[in-house]
């Protein structure tokens, strides 16, 4: 050291005595004064330039009294310096408050926000742990405008996500893509592990991710290290439990025997008797009285979260290494539950100053045992007037445990035990292993250009184990006469291999950024199932009776090829261009090569001299852009093409004399011509800044056409159905963002933030049909143009007839022999009559906005901050509840007991408990079944505590936290269901989505 | 210039791969193109004939159509744990049809039975190919005989479209998948059946030796006969059943009893019937034909006799048995609960309040436990379906002769005799028809349809209106599907 100062104090004379280069050094510090290791200290208009050291440290030779240097370093502001006759500099670096200089991910690059034309939604790691949830998107909902989230309560499921609307008639999820590989889902990774992802809404941004874009991307970038960092390891983790805090509250026996008594039907009321008869009961009321959802439900089934990381590097190297281990319980008191653990290692390493290579692997393993979700639906249709078990049985009768039988008391064989559901049919395993290397290749082969060349080779294997066994068991008439193995394997192996050139050129006050690529990829499947009867090892097909062994295969391949560009102009920061064009190949269509474009504008006002007034005042930044492209999606199904044939199987095949089959085939001359389904988007926005950058507001107006778009349409005669490119829909709507932060003092800080989504669903064209009927025959859902995709097509309910005059008054009521309690379905076409010709839309499944809003407020080390959000305008079809149309002695849910018409003025809503029996009711779809899907909903509450780095440091630790979090403790809804968060808006077999609450802790040395 | 060059053979790299199609060229795995199967390998030619059996198998023997078969007549009534259960076969049952458009049984008993005609016309193309190959003349008859055993099944489906819905869509061969096709009025799809029938006549065998139980020249003129018979064409019904009887060789089965039983399969009085088989064996799997059993199975009663409790003998019914002595035909047509069968199996008692009699299960769905094989726990499990007896053929006979004043006895009293019935010397028509109710209860609606084609049903069937309640309505989603169903009947 002392020798270094000798060295300097030498130049430092030489510069005093001429303009000759002089040997320059210094100190980096961030704005809370800790050193800044990997800043970077350039020679202005040079690429002669060094980092900073362990301690922020730098010595730069070669320096002229007139150069001016710049410091700079990632997420702050960056200094100029004129070096002057001044060698030794302490420099701090503010944080940028206005975040225009950070650097988002945009595809196959990176962008400063300031230089973007798209509205791209970043949510950083914080944010994505900011939930304690399995998968990172689960933590994002509500939070960004555009993307809907409807999570899913099964353990180690990810939730559906969605962006800007359903567009689509099929696959609607987006695309995601993780450090260049492209994948369907993210469920498998340890949300610790994401660094930053971007979610690509428009078509500017998404549209060089060509033929997979048309539904939105997700860019995820996994944590890597940084140059000359000490070694830093984290712990991060949390425990905690989960309950259904929230239930959907069934009839007890009272009111399910007060609802079979009141159908006037004697062989109901006999099922009321045989209970009485079985279990004992008195005044007509059994005294069994089974709540088959608490039989069903775990309370405080546990939840945890464990990552350890080490991150560092060195001078020519960047590591970060993590292992994570999740691990959650299903709420159903049964097997179900989901345990993973992912490795990763991340290395970047420069070979030269041209040349950088690097290395990212990643493991997981996960585990699942899957619950048979049909509990759940038995639980609803099952009386309550029968106990879980039944020890009176005969041994024959129910083994080997004694569930107790609905057929004892006179119940068909629809109507299982949903206790003995959940236990003989819970023994489904299924084990997965997937491993993803990456590797990449960086030249940068000018000294005074900057060109990058990189090659990329992403590869994901994966392999996965499926074990279903059935035990022999009996449960009345539910038999399983001899116990079964399923066993199921399969193989994936998909790559991407990307290879792209960058030129960042900038002359005068023109900036341009070019990006021209290739890509190679490729995906196989592959899968081998095995099955048994009567085996002896549950492990093994071969110990099981030879004669019943049966094995299927099958696999599929897709192969793409692509070519793409991207042109990112700047004038001045001023005005900005952005074109991209893509073409893609693909093997699934006849057709196989689509072109998608896109242009995206950016006019930066702010910057402009006009402006300067307003900028005074408080109005800090203002930006106004548009974009306009075409999306593809090739999630659709692959294309037959060609009429196929079925064979050799049972149902293919004719039985002769007795057992002789003979080898049969089945010509499917039904076959589909298909081509990608193209979204055209629109979208224009503004950035704005207020009040020293505090305040942020951002609005877009987003209109999506999908064309071409994949419908599967339902040939009459029951000729099966086909997938046809026809028709278009609509999403339009607007997005708003906004958000406040600020200090007060210096102990103080908070911040509020609040997004607003409109999605306007409209049918555009239908091709030459009238309309597009899905659902089922009994339950229709008709997509109409001007209309809402997937709208429930029924009648509409007027009301309930109240007394006998109003019978005796209504042709119509006298014609069908209605009683007071029945519903009064409108005549809509005013014949007289209510037949299919009154039928009408009568709700559709998807909302019509979504909101959330989220405060946070700290105040030294303790951080209290709470999210918010909600679904409005959405309508769900109680499918549960209509199922008494074909099985009327099901139970019913309460709010259906509590509220049934039982007298003048009671009710002008339900029909009367006798009416619910009667097919004029129950039997069609009409608003009666039809529910308000919003909700409003607590998303996460957490209130955590960092500790002071007096303290830390005491304990040799660079930082500690401690958390305690609530995640979805409470949600304000109106249907009758266990969640308004139901797939499709129908509410038939869903799993439960709990409450969680945790103990987190967060510490790093 | 060394970047341009890069960027140059990037480019040109890109175009050979976009040049190279043959790279995305990458063919479905799991099926087998139509176009490369070996029709050359004339010995596959009856694949896609079996094909047409499994599909006419299958979709015959949906559950939901045999309740919209059987329950117009006034033999059996729908059954089930109550009133409610399953409701819209009791609006069937009372002709409220305007409470029925939406019924699922309606909808998927026509898809269903729409499917065997859309397998006919599929698998003929198939079929044709392999003609095309045929090099020596005894192929070409054998093609000619299986063309003739596919078209049966479509002349079946249509018999059975026809009978329940009128006038009906016809499938147009030209453009089989994509049409939306027009009603025809029942006369020309009679007329089409025929056709297709008398191709069949023509070209079936007497006798299936190799595919025992496939389509014989005789199912088909049973089946012909049955439809002149529906339409009052006593003199086609009365030469067809004749020549039947002389010529086919064929006696009604003796052992009554087993007739619908696992003995009774493929008996020789079966001109045709519907092939299950669990193979022998007590696990593994099986063809079988599922609901249409379990439906008419005993309620609450222990594996393997053991159902839904569908398909009830009304009283009247039962009294009318009784009143003529039936005791032969009682225990094939009953399975009455709170007794033990004649084959050994507790019926335990079923007395639901809609009925004013404890349940009379249907006879002819019943498979003895004794039967069965061990291990197997489904109703009906390895037994058949039967479709078209000798019986029907006697006493269709019977029928057409007295109406033409022929020798009606003789036909008659064969059936009579089978069931320990004295012999009619001189029998009217009346006895013929209660001869019929008495043999064919719950088998594929023939009560409600003699009821209705002797004009009997306005008196005997409360509720019915003549010329509104002989056929159902088209469901309500297939409508919705193809609005052409709505226009006028095309004669």
């Known amino acids: 050291m002392i020798k270094k100062t000798l060295i300097l104090l030498f130049m430092l004379g030489q510069i005093a005595l001429a303009q000759d280069p002089v040997n320059i050094a210094g100190d980096v510090y961030d704005d809370t004064g800790a050193p800044l290791p990997g800043a970077s200290v350039v020679i202005k208009g040079t690429t002669t330039g060094v980092s900073t050291d362990f301690d922020g440290h730098f010595e730069l030779p070669g320096v002229l009294a007139t150069d001016v240097i710049v410091i700079s370093f990632i997420g702050l502001l960056p200094q100029e310096i004129t070096v002057g006759s001044q060698t030794n500099f302490n420099i701090t670096l503010k944080s940028d408050a206005s975040d225009l200089e950070e650097v988002v991910v945009i595809g196959y690059g990176t962008s400063k926000s300031k230089d973007l034309t798209s509205p791209i939604a970043t949510v950083s790691a914080e944010e994505i742990t900011s939930m304690n949830t399995s998968s990172a998107m689960g933590a994002v909902q509500g939070k960004l405008p555009g993307v809907t989230i409807v999570s899913s309560g099964v353990p180690g499921d990810g939730p559906a996500v969605s962006i800007r609307g359903v567009g689509s008639f099929e696959d609607t999820s987006p695309l995601y893509v993780v450090d260049g590989m492209f994948l369907d889902d993210i469920n498998f990774l340890n949300p610790n592990d994401i660094e930053t992802m971007s979610i690509l809404k428009d078509a500017s941004a998404a549209a060089i991710y060509g033929v997979r874009a048309a539904n939105g991307v997700v860019l995820i970038t996994t944590k890597s290290g940084s140059k000359d960092r000490k070694p830093t390891v984290t712990y991060d983790g949390y425990y905690g439990v989960q309950n259904v805090s929230q239930r959907l509250e069934m009839a007890n026996s009272q009111q399910y025997a007060d609802f079979m008594r009141a159908s006037g039907d004697p062989d109901l009321a006999a099922l009321i008797d045989a209970s009485i008869a079985r279990y004992g009961g008195s005044n007509g009321y059994p005294s069994v009285s089974t709540d088959w959802y608490e039989e069903l439900i775990k309370n405080n089934a546990s939840i945890q979260n464990h990552s350890l990381s080490l991150t560092g590097g060195t001078e020519k190297t960047a590591y970060a290494f993590s292992a994570g281990y999740f691990k959650q319980d299903g709420i159903m008191d049964a097997t179900g539950e989901y345990e993973r653990i992912n490795f990763r290692a991340k290395v970047d390493f420069d070979i030269s100053d041209k040349v950088k290579i690097g290395f990212t692997s990643l493991l997981t393993n996960e585990d699942k045992m899957t619950d048979d979700s049909q509990a759940w639906f038995q639980a609803y249709v099952n009386a309550p007037t029968y106990p879980v078990y039944d020890e009176t049985q005969s041994s024959e009768e129910s083994y080997p445990i004694k569930f107790a039988n609905p057929h004892n008391l006179g119940y068909d064989t629809y109507y299982t035990n949903p206790a003995a559901v959940a236990y003989y049919r819970g023994d489904n395993k299924t084990d997965g292993t997937r491993f993803m290397p990456s590797i990449y290749l960086e030249v940068d082969p000018f000294n005074n250009k900057d060109i990058k060349f990189r090659t990329a080779l992403n590869i994901d294997y994966r392999y996965e184990a499926n074990t279903l066994y059935t035990p022999e068991y009996k449960s009345g008439n539910n038999i399983q006469q001899i116990n079964q193995l399923s066993k199921t394997t399969r193989w994936d192996y998909d790559y991407v291999w990307d290879n792209t050139i960058t030129w960042d050129n900038q002359w005068d006050r023109h900036r341009l950024k070019s990006m021209v690529g290739f890509s190679v990829r490729e995906e196989n499947h592959r899968w081998l199932q095995g099955t048994a009867q009567g085996v002896q090892n549950k492990e093994y097909i071969n110990t099981g009776d030879e004669s019943t062994t049966r094995s299927y295969d099958g696999g599929t391949k897709f192969k793409g090829l692509s070519a793409f560009a991207r042109f990112s102009y700047d004038y001045l920061n001023k005005y900005i261009l952005s074109v991209t064009m893509r073409a893609d190949g693909s093997s699934k269509y006849q057709d196989k090569w689509g072109y998608f474009p896109s242009v995206g504008a950016g006019w930066v006002i702010s910057e402009e001299d006009f402006f300067a007034g307003v900028r005074g005042s408080g109005f800090d930044f203002f930006k106004l852009r548009a974009s306009w492209g075409m999306l593809g999606n090739d999630k659709v199904p692959a294309n037959d093409g060609f009429a196929s044939i079925t064979t050799g199987g049972l149902n293919e095949s004719g039985i002769f004399g007795g057992s002789n089959l003979i080898p049969g085939m089945l010509n499917n001359s039904v076959y589909s011509s298909l081509a990608w389904e193209v979204v055209y988007e629109t979208n224009v926005g503004i950035d704005t800044k207020f009040l020293d950058y505090r305040l942020n507001f951002e609005a877009d107006y987003y209109s999506r056409d999908t064309k071409d778009m994949v419908i599967r349409t339902v040939l009459p005669m029951g000729n099966g159905s086909i997938l046809r490119n026809t028709g278009s829909v609509r999403n339009s709507g607007i997005e708003i963002l906004v958000g406040w932060s600020d200090k007060v003092g210096s102990d103080f800080r908070y911040s509020v933030g609040g997004n607003l989504t409109t999605i306007k669903n409209e049918v555009l064209d239908l091709g030459n049909e009238p309309y597009i009927q899905t659902g089922t025959a009994e339950y229709p859902q008709r997509s109409v143009v001007g209309e809402a995709l997937y709208s429930f097509y029924g009648y509409k309910v007027d009301g309930v007839y109240q007394n006998q005059t109003e019978i005796d008054n209504d042709p119509i009521a006298v014609a069908n022999g209605l009683e007071p309690g029945d519903l009064k379905f409108s005549d809509l076409n005013k014949d007289g009559k209510i037949d299919s010709d009154d039928r009408t839309l009568i709700g559709k499944p998807n909302a019509d906005f979504t909101y959330g809003f989220n405060f946070s407020a700290g105040y030294k080390g303790f951080t209290l901050a709470a999210a918010f959000q909600g679904v409005q305008g959405a309508s769900i079809f109680n499918r549960k509840r209509a199922d008494i149309n074909k099985h009327p002695i099901n139970n019913l849910d309460a709010d259906l007991a509590d509220n049934v018409w039982s007298g003048e003025g009671s009710s002008n809503t339900y029909p009367s408990a006798k009416g619910m029996f009667n097919t004029w009711n129950n039997a069609r779809l009409s608003d009666f079944y039809i529910e308000d899907g919003s909700y409003f909903r607590i998303q996460n509450i957490r209130l955590s505590y960092d500790f002071s780095s007096d303290l830390v440091n005491k304990a040799k630790l660079s930082a500690v936290q401690l958390y305690i979090n609530a995640d979805r403790p409470f949600t304000s809804f109106k249907s009758n269901g266990f969640t308004p968060e139901v797939p499709g808006g129908i509410d038939e077999t869903v799993y439960p989505i709990p409450s969680i609450y945790s103990l987190g802790a967060r510490i790093s040395f | ?491």
């Not at chain 2, 060394?2 to 790279?23: A, H, M």
């Open chain 2, 1 to 491: 210039m060394k970047i341009y060059k890069n960027i140059l053979s990037i480019v040109v790299i890109l175009l050979l791969l976009s040049s190279c199609n043959d790279w995305l060229d990458v063919v479905q795995e799991g099926t087998v193109p139509t176009e490369e199967i070996d029709y050359t390998n004339i010995s596959q030619m009856y694949g896609p004939v079996s094909g047409v059996y499994a599909n006419a198998r299958q979709n015959m023997s949906r559950w939901e159509m045999w309740p919209l078969l059987n329950v117009r007549g006034d033999d059996v009534t729908k059954g089930g744990n109550s009133e409610a259960d399953q409701a819209g076969f009791l609006d069937v049952e009372n002709f409220n049809y305007d409470a029925v458009k939406d019924f699922w049984a309606l909808e998927e008993s026509w898809k269903g039975l729409y499917q065997i005609v859309f397998t006919t016309y599929n698998n003929e193309v198939l079929l044709n190919r392999y003609r095309e190959n045929i090099t020596q003349e005894s192929d070409l008859q054998l093609a000619l005989q299986y063309e003739a055993e596919i078209k049966f099944h479509r002349a079946l489906a249509y018999f059975f479209i026809s009978n329940l819905w009128g006038d009906i869509p016809l499938i147009d061969p030209e453009d089989v998948n994509y049409g939306y096709p027009f009603r025809f009025s029942l006369d020309s799809v009679r007329k089409l059946i025929h056709s297709e029938l008398d191709f069949c006549i023509t070209n079936l065998p007497a006798e299936q030796t190799e595919h025992r139980g496939a389509a014989t020249k005789w199912s088909a003129m049973a089946l012909k006969a049955k439809l002149a018979l529906y339409q009052g064409d006593y003199a086609t019904t009365e030469s067809l059943t004749s020549e039947i009887i002389r010529d086919a060789g064929i006696q009604l089965t003796t052992e009554y009893y087993q007739l619908f039983k696992i003995p009774g399969k493929l008996a020789p009085e079966s001109l045709y019937e519907f092939q299950f088989t669990d193979f022998e064996s007590g696990d593994g799997q099986q063809v079988y034909g599922g609901a249409w059993f379990q439906h008419q199975g005993p309620q609450n009663n222990p594996a393997p006799i053991s159902g839904w409790g569908f398909m009830l003998l009304k009283s009247e019914y039962i009294n009318f048995l009784n009143d003529r002595g039936e005791s032969t035909r009682w225990d094939v047509a009953v399975l009455e609960s709170g007794t033990t069968s004649p084959a050994g199996d507790e019926i335990s008692l079923f007395e639901p309040s809609y009925l004013d009699i404890k349940a009379h299960y249907n006879g002819k769905a019943y498979t003895p436990s004794s039967q069965m094989t061990p291990g197997r726990v489904d109703y009906g499990s390895n037994n058949n379906i039967r479709l078209l007896r000798y019986a029907d053929v006697l006493l269709m006979n019977a029928e057409a002769r007295v109406r033409t004043s022929g020798d009606a006895a003789t036909p008659l009293n064969e059936v009579r005799a089978r069931a320990m019935l004295d012999p009619i010397a001189a029998p009217t028509l009346e006895d013929i028809l209660n001869e019929r109710k008495a043999e064919f209860s719950v088998e594929w609606g023939n009560r409600f349809h003699d009821l209705v084609r002797t004009d009997q049903a306005a008196t005997e069937l409360p509720g019915f209106v003549k010329g509104e309640h002989e056929f159902l309505p088209i469901p309500v989603a297939q409508e919705d599907l193809n609005p052409n169903l709505t226009e006028p009947v095309v004669e």
